[in-house]
């Protein structure tokens, strides 16, 4: 072996090293469920889920938040006509959180037109738009609840401490009715993303 050839080989080397490095494992995936209202975990600290629970079968509960592209104000109680998929977050800048809103946004291409995905959190809008961009996520609609918590509370989703929301997705169908919602036990594992995207298609075929 010639000092060009012992020279290539140290490169790759390095580059592999340096690729293995860099990469994370992926946040482990929860099927399970705990409802609004109950208690989470991150680790070892136990967080009570304060609010008034919502339930599946029952309206949306109507609550203002704030879209990040436009700063207008949004209801999601009366939107009508699509099926709405809120994939809910603590904070966006966190490992799990980019996780989750990436799977979203990238896998979440597969979805009809017809669902409507929204994530949500208690980051502030210039933070959502920011990362928007950063992460060319921008065909995802952005809304936070960072004002007063009022979506958290008024889902049984905010946690009690942190005044974050849990990690949690929520299926809305087109007359407004919650059909489906994932409470994450572990605050660390993302929820069944690929569940919700199979309910959501579903909603979207019935009346």
Known sequence: MDSRERLLGACVLFFIIAGCASTQPSPP????????GGIVFRGDKRFQLLGTP??????LPSVKLVDAMTMGEVDLSQ???????LSIVPSIDTRVCEAQTHYLGEEGDRLPQGVRR????RDTPFAQKRFSREAKLTDIRYL???KEGEFGRSTGLLMDGSKLLARSVILVDKHGVVRYIQVVPEMTHVPDMEAAFQKAIQLLKED
């Open 79 to 85: 939107e009508r006509g699509k099926v709405l998929f």
């Open 118 to 121: 929204i994530a949500i959190s």
């Open 54 to 59: 919502i339930s599946v079968g029952k309206p």
């Open 29 to 36: 995936l929860n099927r399970d469920s705990v409802n609004p």
């Open 144 to 146: 936070s609840d960072y």
